[in-house]
């Protein structure tokens, strides 16, 4: 148990160091207390999972990427810890009007135009704040979670829902949504 949660606290300060820029108001103390936390909540969760090791991988690389995980969502909570989450909709304008000046773009100026006017018209006021949160200001998923109460599945449900919305009310409006899918996933 004291090696595993070696390796995992290992694993743990990798994951914290690489993570150092989004933390600047952090000392070291800090870091390291963050990486011990890590560590020792990806060893409850190693302990918790064990039945579902199916020795795909060697042992230590599956508990490795338990610390990684934990590692990754205590920096990001850090960073976003005292921030307003913004979820308000002016975002939303200003990209648009960011892209409006572009010259020679008519096809996608259309586009965004007309996505804005369907995120107002086609989504829910909680879907319209999921996306804007998550999509336009950055804001993590597991964050946004925990501020709203939420679960991370819970809002990629809604991430789902509201994309599916909109490219269905965009092909009504006859935007070929499905050929820059398949640019995006390239």
Same mark, same amino acid.
């Given at each position: 148990?004291?090696?595993?949660?070696?390796l995992l606290?290992?694993?743990?300060?990798?994951?914290?160091n690489?993570?150092r820029?989004?933390?600047?108001?952090?000392?070291?103390?800090?870091?390291?207390?963050?990486?011990?936390? &890590?560590?020792?909540?990806?060893?409850?969760?190693?302990?918790?999972?064990?039945?579902?090791?199916?020795?795909? &991988?060697?042992?230590?690389?599956?508990?490795?990427?338990?610390?990684?995980?934990?590692?990754?969502v205590?920096?990001?909570?850090?960073?976003w810890?005292?921030?307003?989450?913004?979820?308000?909709?002016?975002?939303?304008?200003?990209?648009?009007?960011?892209?409006?000046?572009? &010259?020679?773009e008519?096809?996608?100026?259309?586009?965004?135009?007309?996505?804005?006017?369907?995120?107002?018209?086609s989504?829910?006021?909680?879907?319209?704040?999921?996306?804007?949160?998550?999509?336009?200001?950055?804001?993590?998923?597991?964050?946004?979670?925990?501020?709203?109460?939420?679960s991370?599945?819970?809002?990629?449900?809604?991430?789902?829902?509201?994309?599916?919305?909109?490219?269905?009310a965009?092909?009504?409006?006859?935007?070929?949504?499905?050929?820059?899918?398949? &640019?995006?996933?390239?």
């Amino acid at each position: 148990m004291v090696e595993l949660h070696a390796l995992l606290l290992k694993a743990a300060r990798f994951e914290v160091n690489r993570r150092r820029a989004s933390l600047p108001h952090l000392r070291g103390d800090d870091h390291e207390d963050l990486a011990q936390q &890590s560590a020792d909540d990806a060893l409850l969760a190693v302990l918790g999972k064990l039945g579902e090791f199916r020795g795909e &991988s060697r042992f230590t690389t599956w508990a490795y990427k338990f610390a990684l995980l934990e590692a990754g969502v205590k920096v990001r909570r850090r960073a976003w810890q005292g921030r307003e989450v913004p979820l308000e909709d002016e975002a939303w304008a200003v990209l648009a009007d960011a892209r409006r000046g572009v &010259s020679g773009e008519a096809e996608t100026r259309d586009l965004i135009e007309a996505l804005g006017e369907e995120i107002e018209r086609s989504l829910s006021a909680h879907q319209r704040a999921v996306l804007v949160a998550v999509t336009l200001n950055d804001v993590p998923i597991d964050v946004l979670a925990e501020r709203l109460g939420s679960s991370r599945g819970a809002l990629y449900k809604t991430l789902h829902d509201a994309r599916r919305k909109l490219r269905a009310a965009l092909a009504e409006r006859g935007f070929d949504t499905a050929e820059r899918d398949r &640019s995006e996933q390239r």
